[in-house]
């Protein structure tokens, strides 16, 4: 009996102490991000399981995938999760990333109006953006250094002159993909989207969204999604043990199957691809 009550009152007192401390800090991730991972909805769906895998916390800031590298660099985030891979190479080359690794992909498409008024439906994408210049149709470009627009400013090299930024029918909206969409449609323009970003354009409209996909399917039109953590050695402020188990977690074979199951309008967002 002695021998139990001097158990009991050691545990209360542990308690005791424990409560004397107070709660333990919650641990948190800040994650600089493009804006597709965020307009999709899929970062939504995978933080619970990241805090439940892992204890974790994951905070996200969306914008361009410029300002999510300038975000690294500036060490304002832990780990950042991008889509740009010429520009994230040079990142991590010049030091301010480190663990870069592939996690998912999608494509880009050309979509406009349903009438199609500069006549591009089905043609490749260089051709289909020399049409429309030469057309001088509208078109909605985010102007914003993201991903997305990095690309576009590639394609338009592709097609001939380079971007023509400054002429009237070229809109540079400086905002992200969703509302660059949403600017387009207003203004019967074309544009260039992740698909993902469409499908849940498309899906706020029950399938039939005042924009169609026009042009598709092109090698150069593919859309690579990576994960890195910010480099320590330049950043001392960073929870890199968190970054490092960030991309574990999301590379690990369970999140990865989560990642492809997610869908929209019975479309899938985005197709895992982990090394």
Same mark, same amino acid.
């Given at each position: ?14 308690l005791?102490?424990?409560g004397?401390?107070g709660? #333990? ?18 970062l ?47 990142? #991590? ?26 006549? %591009?439906?089905?043609m490749? #994408?260089?051709? !289909? ?25 590639? $394609? ?36 260039? !989207?992740?698909?993902?970003?469409? %499908? ?10 005042? $924009? ?45 199957? !989560? ?15 982990a090394?």
């Open positions: 009996m002695r021998l139990y009550r001097a158990i009991v009152s050691s545990f209360l007192c542990l005791l102490l424990i004397a401390a709660p #333990v800090a919650a641990q948190d991730l800040l994650l600089a991000t493009t804006t597709s991972t965020d307009n999709t909805g899929l939504d769906e995978l933080a619970p399981m990241f805090k439940q895998d892992t204890g974790i916390k994951l905070n996200w800031t969306a914008v361009g995938t410029g300002k999510a590298l300038e975000l690294g660099r500036n060490c304002d985030a832990d780990a950042l999760l991008v889509h740009a891979p010429n520009a994230e190479k040079r990142y #991590v080359e010049n030091g301010y990333g480190v663990d870069r690794t592939q996690i998912m992909y999608n494509d880009f498409i050309i979509i406009g109006p349903p009438g199609d008024p500069a006549g %591009i439906k089905g490749e #994408v260089t051709k !289909a953006l020399s049409r429309i210049e030469a057309e001088g149709a509208d078109f909605a470009s985010r102007g914003d250094d993201s991903g997305t627009h990095k690309n576009e400013l590639q $394609l338009w090299k592709a097609a001939g002159d380079g971007a023509p930024s400054g002429k009237s029918w070229y809109m540079e909206t400086g905002q992200g993909m969703m509302a660059t969409i949403r600017v387009a449609a207003e203004k019967n323009a074309y544009t260039m !989207a992740d698909r993902g970003t469409y %499908i849940k354009y498309a899906d706020n409209f029950d399938g039939n969204p005042p $924009l169609a996909v026009l042009v598709e399917g092109d090698e150069i039109l593919f859309n690579q999604y990576s994960a890195m953590a910010v480099n320590p050695d330049r950043c001392e402020n960073v929870d890199f043990e968190s970054a490092r188990k960030f991309i574990n977690w999301i590379t690990s074979e369970h999140v990865q199957k !989560a990642i492809g199951e997610y869908r929209l309008l019975g479309k899938t967002l985005f197709t895992p691809n090394e």
